[in-house]
């Protein structure tokens, strides 16, 4: 896991879009805005639901639910 607070703004930012933006999370009938998508992954990282971790065979970072950080 990579402590989310000690990366940039930018960086958590840019994560967090790229997770939102692929994650084909279901609304409903309503438009959601990418703003209001980032503040509630915001939320959950910050009540530590979901946490940022750095995926070694593909050098990269993801944000992933903390129930299947202790499944594995």
Same mark, same amino acid.
């Given at each position: 896991?990579?402590?989310w607070r000690e990366l940039s703004p930018? =960086?958590?930012?840019g994560l967090i879009e790229e997770f939102v933006?692929?994650?084909g999370t279901e609304y409903g009938e309503q438009e959601v805005s990418l703003v209001f998508k980032v503040r509630e992954v915001v939320a959950q990282?910050? =009540?530590?639901?979901v946490a940022v971790v750095f995926e070694a065979e593909t050098s990269s970072a993801s944000i992933v639910p903390v129930c299947d950080?202790?499944?594995?």
């Open positions: 896991m990579i402590p930018e =960086a958590l930012n933006s692929r994650e990282l910050e =009540a530590g639901t950080l202790h499944g594995s």
